[in-house]
């Protein structure tokens, strides 16, 4: 059974770090493609950041330079690495794994609130 256990979230004032994890397992997590997306309140989940199996990345413009999405396959996890936040960046975030052949998996989400 595929399983998505995302962690460190909270509350952190603007231009403060926050380190978000997602631990995995139940799958061959070297195959898995990572996604973290966030939803805020009364908005649509969105896209922040992603990376290949083969560790391409790739992130939306609103993060860019600020969030950087990692991966430890020996330890079946992924991270997103959140500096100087904003209060827009406050929501719930989402880790997504998508599996060949199996299809696409998500954790429960941890909350982040950005707010002085």
């Known amino acids: 059974q595929v399983q998505l256990v995302e962690s460190g979230g909270g509350s952190v004032q603007p231009g403060g770090s926050l380190r978000l994890s997602c631990a995995a397992s139940?799958?061959?997590?070297?195959?898995?493609?990572i996604e973290w997306h966030r939803q805020a309140p009364g908005k649509q989940r969105e896209l922040v950041a992603q990376i290949s199996n083969k560790g391409v990345t790739n992130y939306d413009d609103s993060v860019k330079g600020r969030f950087t999405i990692s991966r430890d396959d020996d330890k079946s996890s992924a991270y997103l690495e959140m500096n100087n936040l904003k209060p827009e960046d406050s929501a719930v975030y989402y880790c997504r794994a998508d599996l060949p052949v199996l299809g696409d998996f998500w954790g429960q989400g941890t909350r982040v609130i950005v707010s002085s």
């Open positions: 139940g799958m061959i997590f070297g195959d898995a493609s």
